[in-house]
DNA sequence: AATTGCATGGAACAATGTTCCATAATTAGC
DNA sequence: GCTAATTATGGAACATTGTTCCATGCAATT
């Protein structure tokens, strides 16, 4: 029989508990992650792992953390500033489209570290492409709500599709629900009915990024 | 004593649950809308709601769309196409401002109806407003991205200042938490920190709206 | 060697969404 | 007008969750 509270020969770690979520999550999904579901992952209690960590909050924003971070030190150098803040933001939006459960998370807690670094990541390219002082902020808020918007959109595509689901049918069906039996009242979503269910989420993100920096471009102009 | 299960006289109805459960959101906030406390509010018990309501997402769901509803059909008309894009969006962000928790509920599920109206109401508006067809998808898209980031936003904003907090003094100890003692790490950040405390929500929303509408105006012109 | 603090893990707790069910009031069928 | 079926109701019961408690033993310090 097995005594009671041996001390573990491979101790447990905050870190460890992250990497260990950080599985549960990409393998079973968001509603996977259990205090009980990481407690048999690790081999222990629930108790335990909250010796580790405070809460549930801590382990999630750590977790996003650790994916974002990752993801914006693995962000291509650039001689073109323009170039490097594309580089950026895709490098995020890459990172959600591979765990998407950031995106819940980011949604969900936008103000936690790693949004400030996104931020940071953000403004200092575009005080390096150009941008005047004064229309910085606003600027790098614009790209911050546009790639948070994103997020959000991409997290819950990811929980629409859970394994290999038509995703073409699934954007029809949406399409479908949103105009019922009623055509009339949405003109502009029938006539892009095609485009929304065949468009490629990243082109479209960049068109969106476009988008912005071409204001930018536009208003330092005039 | 009271008779068991006899038939009210104010029948509950899925409208009647869907206001009660407004007025639990917007008063007591996101975390206080339960079954209990609205069966509480509803006089009734929590199995009778399940009667007219499937789940607390079709509760949810409906609440916004409640909410969205009013807010587009109050949006004003506008001979100016320009002027109609930014009063719709305008007229979202003051619904959200006024019940944050919708802002919450269209970042998770932002496949809804009232996004749906919500991109129905961009697309005709841009459509109107001479954007050639080709580009009327993509610049919908951004929009939405836009205010679905802003939502997420103001929801988590609102979550984070529960009552008349001091917000300036809340997003000086985000910047603080963000930065830490490493400033050299957060130039950006840090030079913007007074902008980040002080700035005005709504003009913030409003400029990256006009980002945007700029970098239209740019992309058709060339 | 004794004591203190670190760690562990399982049991217990409170809260939540949801299901079940006994029971009435209402409606439909004859 | 009676009976059967359907529509509503509301409270109890259930499964699951995050979290707290606590008895236990290992490691370091005195």
Do not use: C
């Not at 020969?9 to 259990?34: F, M, N, P």
């Not at 953390?65 to 939006?93: P, T, Y």
């Not at 959600?96 to 790693?114: C, D, K, M, S």
């Not at 892009?192 to 204001?215: E, K, P, S, T, W």
């Amino acid at each position: 029989m097995t005594k009671k509270s041996e001390r573990r020969v491979d101790a447990l770690s905050k870190q460890g508990i992250i990497d260990a979520a950080i599985g549960i999550l990409d393998s079973d999904g968001e509603a996977a992650l259990t205090f009980r579901a990481l407690a048999a992952r690790l081999m222990t209690g629930a108790g335990a792992i909250y010796w580790h960590i405070s809460d549930k909050d801590e382990l999630l924003v750590a977790a996003v953390a650790h994916v974002v971070g990752r993801a914006l030190r693995n962000v291509a150098e650039s001689n073109d500033a323009r170039g490097a803040i594309r580089a950026l933001l895709l490098g995020v939006f890459d990172a959600i489209e591979a765990h998407p459960w950031v995106g819940t998370q980011l949604a969900r807690e936008p103000w936690q570290p790693a949004m400030g670094h996104v931020f940071e990541g953000i403004g200092s390219r575009l005080a390096a492409s150009g941008v005047p002082a004064s229309r910085q902020f606003e600027a790098a808020s614009a790209l911050v709500n546009y790639i948070l918007g994103a997020a959000a959109h991409r997290a819950a595509a990811a929980r629409a599709l859970p394994r290999g689901t038509d995703r073409t049918a699934f954007l029809g069906s949406v399409v479908a629900r949103w105009v019922g039996d009623d055509i009339g009242a949405y003109p502009f979503v029938h006539s892009v009915a095609g485009q929304l269910r065949d468009h490629d989420d990243r082109a479209q993100f960049l068109g969106g990024i476009d988008l912005i920096l071409a204001g930018l471009d536009w208003q330092i102009v005039t």
